[in-house]
């Protein structure tokens, strides 16, 4: 069964910097969708960023990067020039092509703090 | 307006008593789902549907039920709550193109 994990618990960064977060997954699958999904305390789901495993660029949305390590099964995020709206949980999903549900996997979250 | 409407946000009920949680979305898409998420632990399937005929059981379905009643509104619900229910639930949909799900507001759902 896949697997998504976020070893960290929780995050601080002063706002304008620069913060990386970790996400690693275990699959036995070749093809595979990842995600980094944003909740901020209005507990809304907030899609942020979207990677296709068979695509080797990192995609980019914004001030919002990943680095993108399929030999590694790592899918980090890292959230540039961070502002006070960045605060939130984040949170790393995994979604096989090859599976017949369609749902997502979850890691446990990121809390995110931004200090100002 | 909201693509993925949850109603209602915010619920508190007692145990034994029946309850259902409402989604509808106006995206056309034909893929819908019921996350449950607890403090620590994530997002966790409950139930899944492809199309109106088509209802299928997630990681924790046990103690929950769902009605598809239209491709637009589908409906969970939990026969008997228990305080173990208490919980944030999510419905969502997926555009079977871009293999992107998106997010209902949220019910919070707390059992006494």
């Known amino acids: 069964a896949q697997t998504v994990t976020q070893s960290q618990p929780e995050m601080s960064v002063q706002e304008a910097e620069t913060v990386t977060l970790s996400c690693t997954y275990d699959t036995s699958e070749s093809d595979y969708y990842l995600f980094w999904y944003k909740q901020p305390p209005s507990r809304q789901m907030i899609l942020v960023i979207r990677q296709e495993a068979y695509k080797q660029q990192n995609a980019t949305e914004n001030r919002f990067s990943v680095n993108f390590q399929k030999a590694a099964k790592s899918f980090s995020l890292k959230i540039s020039d961070s502002q006070l709206g960045d605060a939130a949980m984040y949170f790393c999903a995994y979604r096989g092509r090859g599976g017949s549900q369609g749902n997502l996997i979850f890691g446990k979250g990121t809390k995110l703090s931004v200090k100002p | ?112």
């Open chain 2, 1 to 112: 307006d909201a693509d993925v409407t949850q109603t209602p946000r915010n619920r508190i009920t007692k145990t034994g008593k029946r309850i259902m949680l409402e989604c509808s979305q106006t995206k056309g898409h034909d893929r819908m789902y019921w996350y449950r998420q607890d403090p620590g632990l994530g997002l966790r399937l409950i139930y899944y549907s492809f199309d109106v005929k088509d209802i299928n059981k997630g990681e924790i379905s046990d103690g929950y039920s769902v009605s598809r009643q239209a491709q637009a509104k589908f409906s969970l619900s939990l026969e008997s709550a228990i305080p173990n229910q208490t919980a944030l639930y999510f419905c969502a949909t997926r555009d079977r193109y871009t293999d992107t799900q998106y997010f209902g507001p949220g019910t919070r759902l707390t059992v006494l």
